[in-house]
């Protein structure tokens, strides 16, 4: 392991013009890439294919709706929290998409994936209120009790496809 | 209100059964009857009753309702069946049936035009099962799709042939520089 460590140092050294090296700390050595584009042009089109439509794989994403992150695939239901301004029956894009993956494969957004190529469809098909919760104040000797009940809206969605298109290079 | 009841409704027997637990079911997971949107979404609401008085001033709102609101909302939603009751001296009440068997029932003694109209469009965007204490946010057909995580996923496999403990297994592993390592990185000119 030191003997590695020096390696790197001493290849620091020879390429003084880097400012990362020189400037900050680090414990972890620098990433190489090597043969960048024949890999990258194996890796898209493994991906490619795992995407295919008659792979018919089952894709799973995360996306950003109503201030947090789901993980969704095909057939689930998330409850979102408040009376959104959609109705019963409304067809969506979920159009915030973190992150898409495959039984092999795992593609991550910085921060977002583009939007036209993957795409996570959803319906709305419930809008309820939620279970009441109770807030008691009760005061000793003070002849005082407050019942509030707390309810709030919610819309429940159900992802209908969460589906994707070959990566491009 | 015919003389003969209406026999167009769905209602089997064991609808009696599914409403005994009504009571003491504080949760459950996040459900949605019959599939609903998978393929795609069909209106779960069957048909709604709107029972109230003609004179009585507890279904002012109601009869308002009825008379602006609810020939239009009946327009809109085609395979829903509304009907209007009159009965004599009652409080209004809205009740709604549902695909799963299911019937709500809102009390609507004293309410506003627009209280009465709120509830209906409520009505009509339920799915029919009860409102309980949800025990997660989100509910999944499939779990995983590239399988659960457990502690031992990751690990290298190079310690299944390896007697533990070993030394290089045992090592204490740190985020943090040490000294030595600081050294080596900023070594002095």
């Known amino acids: ?169 | 209100m015919p003389s003969v009841p209406r026999v167009d409704r769905l209602k089997p027997i064991y609808t009696a059964a599914k409403a005994l637990n009504f009571g003491w079911r504080f949760s459950d997971f996040l459900k949605i009857p019959a599939y609903n949107g998978i393929s795609r979404y069909t209106n779960q609401l069957h048909r709604i009753t709107v029972r109230f008085c003609k004179q009585s001033e507890s279904s002012v709102g109601v009869r308002n309702f009825i008379e602006n609101q609810i020939v239009e909302i009946g327009r809109k939603n085609p395979s829903v069946v509304i009907y209007a009751q009159p009965v004599r001296n009652s409080n209004p009440s809205i009740r709604a049936e549902y695909g799963n068997g299911r019937t709500l029932q809102i009390n609507a003694k004293n309410m506003t035009e627009t209280e009465v109209s709120k509830d209906f469009h409520l009505l009509f965007s339920r799915s029919g099962e009860p409102v309980v204490k949800l025990e997660s946010r989100q509910s999944a057909l499939c779990p995983s799709v590239q399988g659960q995580w457990t502690p031992i996923t990751w690990l290298p496999t190079a310690m299944n042939t390896e007697s533990l403990p070993a030394k290089q297994f045992s090592e204490h592993k740190s985020t943090a520089t040490s000294a030595t390592e600081y050294i080596l990185q900023n070594q002095p000119k």
Do not use: C
């Open chain 1, 1 to 169: 392991m030191l003997s590695r460590r020096l390696l790197i140092v001493s290849q620091s050294l020879l390429r003084r013009s880097s400012p990362l090296v020189t400037s900050s700390v680090s414990t972890s050595s620098e990433a190489q890439v090597i043969d960048t584009d024949r890999i990258q042009k194996e890796v898209f089109k493994s991906i490619s294919e795992e995407v295919a439509e008659n792979q018919r794989q089952r894709l799973f994403a995360v996306v950003y709706v109503n201030g947090r992150q789901w993980k969704v695939s095909d057939g689930d239901l998330i409850n979102l929290e408040g009376n959104l301004p959609l109705n019963v029956g409304d067809e969506i894009k979920l159009e915030k998409v973190l992150m898409v993956g495959g039984a092999n494969f795992s593609l991550f957004g910085r921060p977002l994936l583009d939007s036209n190529t993957v795409s996570v469809d959803a319906v709305v098909v419930e809008k309820k209120t939620t279970n009441p919760e109770l807030k008691y104040v009760h005061l000793n000797h003070h002849q005082t009790k407050f019942l509030n009940w707390k309810s709030d809206e919610a819309t429940v969605l159900r992802i209908k496809s969460v589906t994707a298109k070959a990566v491009q290079q």
